[in-house]
């Protein structure tokens, strides 16, 4: 916990432990980690961005190496860390919990929420890219932005990128004339994490 303390950043992930098998020419061998989390890499280039990666697995991985530890142990190093585990014996690892190494908020820990933040602010760029230096700034160019942008707001929240998304400032800026700021709110999705059960009688 404290080495990812030391990287706090949202897009940083940090495998717990730092050893997995796999079974390579028929024998079951110990491998670094990393092994793991470049299968992890292109696995979760290959969904979409918002999929959250708790309790997934990959094939080619037969276990963890290292102690076996408590939940209130593996609570504890989750803050931080990308901690694969084996749910049941004979089962291949799944990720326990798809944490970055900041762990300070919901929407920075978890990853697929950071995912979605940034395959969002991507294609808004790539969006407004062609918009830029081949007009001038009048009010039939911010409507024309505004459109742009609500498309592609529009279009993230029916594909499921994000719960909600809005421009909510579109205007030239005051002290640098030949700059447009852009605001735009959105909502993120959150993953099912937790599920509180009570049961009254």
């Not at 708790?54 to 989750?78: E, Q, Y």
């Not at 969002?120 to 700034?137: C, E, P, Q, V, Y």
């Amino acid at each position: 916990r404290n080495t990812s303390s030391q990287y706090r950043n949202r897009r940083h992930v940090r495998i717990f432990p730092d050893q997995v098998s796999s079974v390579i020419d028929g024998i079951d061998t110990v491998i670094p980690s990393y092994y793991y989390a470049a299968g992890l890499a292109g696995d979760a280039s290959s969904r979409p961005a918002q999929d959250p990666l708790t309790r997934n697995s990959l094939n080619g991985f037969s276990g963890v190496v290292g102690p076996r530890l408590s939940n209130i142990n593996l609570d504890i190093i989750a803050a931080g860390n990308f901690i694969l585990h084996v749910e049941r014996e004979g089962e291949i690892p799944v990720v326990r919990m798809q944490c970055t190494t900041d762990a300070d908020s919901l929407e920075n820990r978890e990853l697929s929420i950071v995912k979605a933040i940034d395959t969002f602010a991507k294609t808004l760029r790539s969006a407004l890219r062609d918009s830029i230096g081949r007009f001038n700034i009048t009010q039939d160019y911010l409507d024309s932005i505004g459109i742009l942008v609500g498309g592609v707001c529009t279009n993230a929240v029916a594909e499921g990128l994000l719960a909600s998304a809005e421009a909510v400032n579109i205007k030239q800026d005051a002290e640098q004339r030949d700059t447009l700021i852009v605001d735009v709110a959105i909502a993120v999705l959150y993953p099912a994490n937790y599920i509180k059960l009570t049961i009254v009688v």
